[in-house]
């Protein structure tokens, strides 16, 4: 059986990437709404929505694929020999 899943580094990175993600969508949300626009407002919440319920299927995503550690998934890649035997 294969096992599949994040590194702990990869997985800081992308929340790293989503707060910087969050931030920009925040300050365009905030020129939004200074510029009084309604239809600019309604484009900049939908790509908040839209990046909220990506960051949460990935949330979803990594709890059931969990972390794997650099070794094991050199291991599955073949990258390094497997000294144990599957069974």
Do not use: Y
Request: net charge negative; charged share 15%.
């Amino acid at each position: 059986m294969n096992d599949f899943g994040f590194q702990g580094p990869t997985w800081s990175t992308l929340k790293l990437t989503f707060l910087m993600l969050g931030l920009c969508l925040a300050l365009m949300l905030g020129l939004a709404f200074s510029s009084t626009d309604s239809s600019l407002i309604l484009h900049v919440t939908f790509l908040v929505l839209i990046a909220i319920t990506l960051f949460l299927l990935l949330n979803w995503f990594l709890e059931q694929t969990g972390l794997v550690s650099v070794e094991r998934q050199m291991q599955e890649m073949d990258l390094i020999p497997n000294n144990r035997k599957r069974e």
